[in-house]
């Protein structure tokens, strides 16, 4: 691991200056991803501005009657609320399909946002990798890509964001709230946080230098039955081969998006429309243009079986 | 310094090694790198926190992981570093009540924090139950992973007795129970090579009173 010195920060605005004004600075939250890629000197801060004195560990109300979580609340804590449990259980069910006891003990909201790819290509140094070393080449693409992207992709990267919860808080139509150095705020919607990697797969998400995510809002529940099966090579703590989070109404209706497939939830709202017509018709539309290679093309049948499942299960 | 008897093949498998390590590592180099700038000394820092009841202060490399300040700075070398990647569970601790990989925190990260290691669980004499349920129910072989799976074990009673909901739960607005499936659910970030899995999930059903 690379030297770094260490420093807490009192306020929201107070951290987000500290990292902008350094360059090398990073946020560090609970650690659980961050401190493993700089072992392994993927990743090499020069200094960090720990935020865990920063007081966003609360759920409140939100006055439109939704639900705003602050950035610091862990996931074993976000899973355990009894509000998300009720009203957005869907959030509850992705988390727990996640990580382990251990990790979600210390993992944030904001942290398991900002989570980096499992492309194995990406954690091994001695390989190219557009997102690790922009411009070396994707050792991914004609490798092993069993686990990696079937849509979204580039001809620069093929890696998938890991994270369960995200799914399901894209499903919610959730809001990334920030701050900047120079104390704005601003709300960025869960469908445009996440970037697709396109020629700057270095980039995975919308955050400007020493910006903080301060929380994620949700909006009002929207009922039904909420649902996340996730498909992983074995029972418990492995990242997905596919995953979908699901709201099903009475009617049939409702929202899917998926996990384990793209650079980012993925999440085709046009096609959402066919939910009554069953799976197949729902997935034609979520993966019409998918990029899979010959290793992961199974992803795309798994998805529709996988949501298919959740349908099954939602009718009773 | 070769004896005698061996002639030229007297040269052990190491040397070998060691010799053929050195040359690949040189050749390795290209001829323009330049020499790197001395390095600056690594920063330190002074952190107080609490173990097992006793508070302690230290100064450290801020590198330091809250792991390698136990075993290599507090000497205590019951928490075992197995993966050191928040894999495997061997450096499980218990740090103001919840269970975490003490190998994906920096010690720098925990000023003011209650830790409790398997030594503050209990002593030889005195056993905590989960650790008296191990031995009478064969929760280990070689013993590597068992501090680890002890606090992980404890720490599972707690949450389930909290209503953590997990995976394995059909209703997750419902109090999860201590059964069989939610022990092994769990339990699933603690690795055991050995594969005692299916006695430590009987150890701690024991110590919750239910059966497995």
């Not at chain 1, 686990?147 to 808080?169: E, F, K, N, R, W």
Request: net charge neutral; aromatic share 4%.
């Amino acid at each position: 691991m690379k030297s770094f010195t260490y420093e807490r920060a009192k306020t929201p605005a107070q951290a987000a200056a500290a990292v902008a004004k350094q360059q090398g600075a990073k946020f560090l939250a609970g650690g659980t991803n961050l401190l493993d890629l700089m072992k392994l000197e993927i990743e090499t801060p020069t200094h960090l501005v720990d935020v865990q004195d920063l007081k966003l560990d609360r759920i409140e109300r939100t006055d439109e009657g939704g639900l705003r979580i602050g950035a610091l609340v862990t996931n074993t804590a976000l899973a355990a609320d009894a509000t998300v449990r009720r009203d957005y259980g869907v959030l509850t069910r992705a988390i727990v399909a996640g990580a382990s006891g251990q990790l979600r003990n210390k993992a944030t909201t904001a942290g398991n946002l900002l989570q980096r790819t499992r492309c194995p290509y990406f954690y091994d140094t001695n390989q190219p990798c557009n997102k690790r070393k922009p411009g070396t080449g994707c050792a991914a693409i004609g490798g092993f890509s069993r686990q990696l992207a079937v849509i979204g992709s580039s001809d620069h990267c093929i890696a998938t964001y890991p994270s369960d919860m995200a799914v399901a808080m894209r499903l919610l139509d959730a809001t990334v709230e920030t701050v900047k150095a120079d104390g704005k705020t601003r709300s960025i919607a869960m469908a445009d946080f996440h970037r697709l990697p396109g020629d700057t797969p270095e980039r995975d998400n919308e955050l400007e230098r020493g910006e903080l995510i301060t929380a994620v809002t949700l909006p009002r529940p929207i009922g039904g039955t909420h649902l996340y099966h996730k498909v992983r090579d074995r029972a418990s703590y492995a990242f997905a081969l596919v995953s979908v989070a699901a709201v099903i109404q009475k009617d049939g209706s409702g929202r899917a998006a998926f996990g384990g497939v793209a650079a980012r939830p993925w999440r085709v709202e046009a096609a959402e429309a066919a939910m009554t017509q069953g799976a197949r018709a729902v997935a034609s539309g979520v993966f019409a243009g998918a990029k899979p290679t010959e290793e992961n093309q199974f992803k795309i049948l798994l998805a529709e079986r996988t949501l298919a499942s959740v349908m099954a299960q939602a009718k009773g | 310094m070769s004896a005698p008897s061996h002639s030229s093949l007297d040269i052990s498998r190491r040397a070998v090694m060691v010799s053929g390590a050195a040359t690949a590592a040189m050749s390795a180099l290209p001829a323009d790198v330049q020499a790197a700038p001395a390095p600056s000394k690594p920063a330190t820092m002074p952190v107080s926190f609490k173990v097992n009841g006793k508070d302690v202060s230290l100064t450290l490399d801020t590198r330091t992981t809250l792991l390698d300040s136990l075993r290599e700075h507090l000497k205590l070398t019951g928490t075992k570093k197995g993966c050191d990647h928040g894999q495997c569970g061997a450096c499980t601790v218990i740090v103001n009540g919840e269970r975490i990989n003490s190998c994906l925190s920096l010690a720098v990260q925990h000023q003011g924090d209650e830790v409790t290691t398997i030594e503050g669980l209990g002593t030889p004499d005195d056993l905590h139950p989960m650790q008296a349920a191990f031995v009478t129910y064969d929760g280990y072989q070689c013993g590597y992973c068992t501090p680890g799976q002890i606090c992980s074990a404890v720490s599972v009673l707690k949450e389930i007795e909290a209503g953590i909901p997990s995976h394995v739960q059909e209703d997750i607005t419902a109090a999860p129970a201590f059964t069989n499936m939610e022990m092994r659910e769990r339990m699933s970030g603690n690795i055991c090579r050995c594969g005692a899995y299916s006695n430590i999930a009987e150890a701690m059903a024991a110590v919750a009173g239910a059966k497995a």
